[in-house]
């Protein structure tokens, strides 16, 4: 899905591979239903002949338009954004044309925060905040899926990474 396993280290494996939720792309899909509702009335509703006959053509552009940039390229966007947690690091990448990205070393990692408004307590998910020993501070990973088992299995990857073991001791 997001990170190729020719980017793998010899002994790393992937734990969890995921997108963000597809709740963002709700909006964007709702749009494109108005639209295909706009078109069918512009196709029911305009003439077949005379003056006004090029409203079929204008429906049919106006209608690929909004799909293109309400449909297609936030779909788009939204396929090309992952988080990978690995044994080793936490790995994101996006971007549809320009790709960017940002590992994270598992032992650097000081702080993992999440946070969950009422929708995304509905749809289990939200946002996951992790403070790295690095330059570039923490890392915002928004509307993660399965947001407490994601946040779990990264406390105890890091315990492992830090040698602290797979347990706390009281």
């Not at 997108?19 to 639209?35: F, P, Q």
């Not at 947690?85 to 925060?113: C, H, S």
Request: proline share 4%; glycine share 8%; aromatic share 8%.
């Amino acid at each position: 899905m997001g990170l190729p396993t020719n980017q793998l280290g010899p002994q790393e494996r992937i734990v969890i591979e995921t997108r963000e939720h597809v709740k963002h792309l709700l909006v964007a899909g709702l749009i494109c239903v108005a639209a295909l509702v706009g078109l069918v009335l512009v196709l029911r509703y305009a003439p077949d002949d005379g003056f006004f006959q090029w409203l079929d053509t204008l429906g049919w552009v106006a209608f690929a338009g909004v799909v293109m940039i309400f449909g297609v390229w936030p779909w788009a966007k939204w396929s090309k954004r992952t988080s990978t947690l690995t044994n080793e690091r936490l790995v994101t990448r996006e971007g549809v044309f320009r790709r960017t990205g940002r590992d994270i070393p598992l032992e650097r990692i000081n702080d993992v925060k999440f946070d969950q408004g009422i929708l995304d307590r509905m749809v289990r998910c939200g946002t996951l905040r992790v403070s790295a020993a690095s330059e570039q501070g923490t890392a915002v990973l928004r509307d993660i899926p399965e947001i407490h088992e994601f946040s779990k299995a990264m406390n105890e990857l890091v315990r492992v990474a830090r040698g602290e073991g797979t347990r706390r001791d009281v």
